[in-house]
């Protein structure tokens, strides 16, 4: 069932048994180079669809994982990781190259930032970008993010929920 949808995405929840074979692979097979410079180390070491399914399931220890699907077709298009502590929603997110430039992340986080104000007792929500991923960092201020710390390759930034 979808957590949130906008007009061309519908957001699902996956919990820790509903990781089939197809869903993982369909899933790996997005992360393409491109993809990958910009995710945290930990994600770059992964090499075969069965990596990553561990990876999945040690994520699923310490976040809330959310698959985007394209609704047109039903096919995943990428991922959401949202970890909650102290009434802060620690978010990351990929998409696969394939669906950038279309408006795609700034639809989901609209989305998801709306779904966060209705659903969730979260005070603010904060996310990491590589200094490198310059259509993120626009793609969240855009989005009213504020620019909030810059360390280690990573900017930070915040959007208050109030």
């Given at each position: 069932?979808?957590?949130?949808?906008?007009?061309?995405?519908?957001?699902?929840?996956i919990?820790?048994?509903?990781?089939?074979d197809t869903l993982v692979s369909d899933l790996f097979?997005?992360?393409?180079?491109?993809?990958?410079?910009?995710?945290?180390?930990?994600?770059q070491d992964i090499h075969s669809a069965q990596d990553f399914h561990l990876?999945?399931?040690?994520?699923?220890?310490?976040?809330r994982i959310f698959v985007i699907h394209a609704k047109q077709n039903d096919q995943p298009i990428g991922m959401i990781y949202l970890s909650e502590h102290d009434s802060v929603g620690h978010l990351g997110y990929w998409l696969g190259e394939a669906f950038w430039g279309k408006g795609f992340a700034q639809e989901l986080l609209q989305g998801l930032v709306v779904w966060a104000k209705q659903a969730t007792q979260l005070k603010l929500l904060s996310g990491g970008v590589d200094h490198d991923n310059q259509a993120s960092s626009h793609v969240l201020r855009k989005l009213g993010f504020q620019p909030?710390?810059?360390?280690?390759?990573?900017?930070?930034?915040?959007?208050?929920?109030s």
């Open positions: 069932m979808s957590l949130f949808k906008t007009e061309r995405l519908s957001v699902i929840e919990q820790s048994d509903d990781w089939q097979s997005l992360l393409s180079p491109n993809v990958v410079q910009f995710l945290p180390p930990d994600l990876w999945l399931k040690q994520m699923q220890t310490q976040a909030a710390s810059d360390s280690s390759g990573v900017s930070h930034y915040v959007y208050h929920m």
